[in-house]
């Protein structure tokens, strides 16, 4: 049930945002993200396997099954990008999420470069072991897809992403993931974010849902911090290294 009203919730606002930014805005990061007046704004999710990706998921599938790749490895492979958003390829990364580190981009991929690291704690503040985390954000431009910024039908964006991963967490509930700094939705004033859902083993196992937010990003304005911490979202502060890479420590307690 809890699940159900977040996804209302943020269906919600994003039907809210997708409006003409505020004048408060950043004007330069604005432009950035301002979409030309014929570009789509949804793509329909996918039917049928086509013959063609139905043997690249075979492909995928030998080579896990054969031990010769990794999620990593598939998930950086150029190769294996049109599979992304279909089903039976993200069950094949899920049921092979066995590292606790995970790259999810190409080194193709534009934007900037970002590695999370982060810790998962339980209700007493313990390390958890074994969590499974799925993650999945836009591109460098604020897009799920690469043919549209939103995918339609019953959660879409969750379930298609172009960029997504799974990995779980070690014994001492640490977890990496190295991807691209996502953009905010094009004509929108929602924050940039990463959505992050964390499915909790245990004798009652449940999914405990939020999203990284950035601190620095112009969109969060006094009031959306206020309505993004109310809705269980966490802003994080990012830091940029030397050699352009931001970097962003992200721990969750579960709730």
């Not at 809210?16 to 004007?27: D, L, V, Y």
């Not at 509930?173 to 959505?195: D, M, V």
């Not at 993004?228 to 940029?240: A, D």
Request: aromatic content about 10%; charged content about 20%.
């Amino acid at each position: 049930m809890g699940r159900s009203i977040y996804v209302i919730a943020c269906f919600a606002w994003l039907l809210a945002a997708c409006a003409t930014p505020s004048a408060n805005q950043n004007s330069a990061f604005a432009t950035s993200q301002t979409s030309v007046a014929n570009e789509p704004r949804f793509i329909s999710p996918p039917g049928v396997e086509t013959p063609e990706v139905k043997k690249l998921i075979d492909k995928a599938e030998a080579s896990f099954t054969s031990g010769d790749t990794s999620t990593s490895s598939l998930l950086t492979n150029p190769e294996y990008m049109p599979a992304h958003e279909w089903p039976r390829f993200r069950q094949l990364t899920r049921a092979h999420a066995n590292a606790n580190q995970l790259t999810v981009v190409t080194a193709q991929e534009p934007g900037d470069p970002l590695v999370v690291t982060g810790t998962i704690r339980d209700q007493q503040g313990a390390p958890l072991k074994g969590a499974l985390i799925y993650l999945y954000q836009t591109s460098g431009k604020g897009w799920y897809s690469d043919k549209a910024p939103h995918i339609s039908g019953n959660s879409g964006d969750q379930k298609h992403a172009r960029l997504f991963g799974y990995l779980n967490t070690n014994q001492n509930g640490l977890f990496e993931f190295r991807t691209i700094r996502p953009a905010g939705y094009p004509n929108s004033n929602l924050p940039a974010h990463i959505h992050v859902e964390i499915a909790v083993p245990g004798d009652e196992p449940h999914t405990f849902i939020s999203e990284i937010l950035f601190a620095d990003d112009p969109r969060l304005t006094s009031d959306v911090r206020e309505r993004s911490l109310r809705e269980g979202l966490v802003i994080f502060p990012v830091t940029r290294a030397t050699n352009g890479e931001w970097r962003l420590q992200a721990d969750f307690q579960i709730r």
